[in-house]
């Protein structure tokens, strides 16, 4: 009998893994900021944060000259819904990833590459030079919004 619950405790654990594997935790604006700041990314001349009606976010033009811009509508899924359809309409995206509770979503263009990464009722969009893809999904993953 202890065999089987000391099996049972183990597949549980494991199945409770697995199932936190496909979660990411939004971030906040002060989250971001701190993150950019640590790690070299922030250039206080061009950032810009703004909160109003339950709406936060924020836009920098990084030190890399990379641009970045986080959105957190709280608890305002139907307008966050609209605004999240409507920043992707405007672009051809090449591959998209859907999980439980995010998305991302990476569009190429001739010069640029953008990754925009939904979690919960927060997106994350960073552009920069084709060539510094690998370099932006670093950054996104440093702010817990990247998986591969």
């Known amino acids: 009998m202890k065999k089987q619950i000391k099996i049972l405790g183990i597949f549980l654990f ?21 993150y950019l700041v640590q790690n070299g990314y922030y250039d206080e001349k061009y ?51 859907k999980k439980s509770n995010y998305t991302i979503s990476e569009v190429y263009t001739d010069t640029n590459y953008s990754l925009f990464v939904r979690v919960d009722n927060t997106l994350l969009h960073v552009t920069g030079p084709k060539e510094d893809m690998y370099e932006i999904r670093d950054l996104v993953e440093g702010l817990g919004y990247y998986k591969e």
């Open 14 to 34: 494991m199945l409770t893994m697995l199932c936190g594997c496909s979660k990411m935790t939004p971030q906040t604006v002060d989250g971001v900021k701190d």
């Open 47 to 97: 950032y810009s944060s703004a909160q109003l009606d339950g709406v936060s976010a924020c836009v920098d033009f990084l030190t890399n000259k990379w641009t970045l811009l986080f959105y957190d509508y709280g608890n305002r899924k139907e307008d966050f819904e609209t605004i999240y359809e409507g920043t992707l309409a405007e672009f051809t995206v090449t591959t998209e990833v």
